[in-house]
């Protein structure tokens, strides 16, 4: 018997392959789509859903795992009763391809939609998560197709337009109300001006660095290196403030996604602190006597808000790249999963780019985002005996455990930051350390790093 079972539109009949879904019914308005376990038979009364929300339906009805080929639409319009579980499908996705994949190990199905190959289906499609983490609910990431107007089609839709990436050709839109965005998504992902829509999640910010009461200390023994190519690492934080010092000199022009701030001069921000952070990385894995190439290129993604999104984080990973950023350290996260900042990602790696990103804070094994994408090189803490901070996230995900603590100067003190914010921060200049004379890739870097510094095993 195959092991993949192929569902296809045919001119008679249909395979023999059955699968009882349990009895599920799920309503939005007047439509409806149920599926009964007792007869292993599907109900549906649609007047007109996207074929990503049917998607998802379905993905809550069956526990599948479904992939999309990425561009793929179709308006739903279908009502029926008592359809076996293969025709119902062939009414609700028409001519599209399908095919059902067996899980392996136990897990879930793998059930793939698509235009033209089933390679191409590589979209995951996920059901909604009504306990999960909650995206902004007036808002939406929206991708243009080339060429069209972001301006014409929030004039048509009733949107405000409160982020707009040239280069990335999306477009941030805020609603009236959560009801609005419901509705108007269903109508954008019907759109042939649009490439995708994706939620947007909110990112809060980081925890700020505690005063140690002692004197700063003049530690910083690494010195610029002005001859060579730079090595630039990304700094996707908060604002970074010029201390008049050596520190400086390692230090780009700021980038600013989310509107100029001018943070006070009474306490280092945490973009300040993981800057310093970053440095003690390098210069601990830097094995140069003539100084160091390595740049920190600040990208400013928070301005004076208390919290950024994870719109403005991509935006941010996109502008560093443009301006040649090698490694992109994120010492944030939030539990908010959205294709749109993992895609930007993905086309970073491809790029040969190298992301780091902090774990969580929170003693749980459930994924934050960016850092569980399996792209990322994801930190979590170690306490000062080189076991498992008792705060930090010890996910699967995880790749590398660096030092939970650091210990920076600014405006004359000692300031102390902990969390996996700083051990992503040392992970990120210890990779850029390890390029800067050693002779290595990036690749060679980043693998050399996760394998000096792994994981706990166990808590």
Known sequence: MNQACRIRKRAAGW???????????????????????????????????????????????????????PGTQRKVSTKFKERPRDQALDLLLGNLGRVLLPGTNGGPSRFLVFRNTEKDATRLIRPPDKKGPKPIPNELIVTLKPGKSADELAKKIGAKIVGH????????????????????RDSLLNNEDVASVD???????????????????????????????????????????????????????????AGPCDPSGDRPTHGTSMSATLLKGVSAFNDCNSGSRVRILPVDVYGCNPATTTYEVAEGIYQAMQKGASVINLSLGSEGDTPYLHDV???????????????????????????????????????????????????????????????????GQQWRVSGTSPAAAYISGAIAGRVDCGGQSLAQAAAGIQKALPPPTAP
Not at 365 to 381: D, G, L, N
Request: aromatic share 8%.
């Open 15 to 69: 395979g023999i392959f059955s699968l009882f879904l349990g009895s599920v019914s799920f309503a939005v308005g007047a439509d409806s789509l149920n599926w009964r376990k007792d007869k292993g038979l599907v109900d549906a009364d649609i007047s007109s859903w996207s074929l990503v929300r049917t998607l998802e339906t379905i993905s809550e009805a069956t526990g599948w795992q479904i992939y999309l080929e």
């Open 165 to 184: 990436s040239t280069g990335l050709n999306s477009v941030r839109f805020q609603f009236a109300d959560e009801q609005t965005t419901k509705n108007e």
């Open 199 to 257: 939620p947007n999640f909110p990112v809060p910010t980081q925890p700020v660095p505690e005063d140690s009461g002692t004197a700063a200390m003049n530690n910083l023994k690494l010195q610029p290196l002005k001859d060579g190519a730079p090595i630039v690492i990304a700094q996707i934080d908060t604002s970074v403030q010029w201390q008049g010092n050596s520190a400086d000199d390692f230090l780009l022009s700021e980038v600013s996604v």
């Open 345 to 411: 990602i993905k086309q970073g790696v491809a790029a040969g780019r190298v992301f780091v990103a902090s774990a969580g804070n929170t003693p749980v094994t459930s994924p934050t985002f960016p850092a569980a994408y399996p792209e990322v090189i994801a930190v979590t803490a170690g306490d000062a005996q080189g076991k498992l901070a008792p705060y930090a996230n010890r996910g699967d995900f995880v790749d590398v455990m660096a030092p939970g603590t650091a210990v920076v100067s600014f405006n």
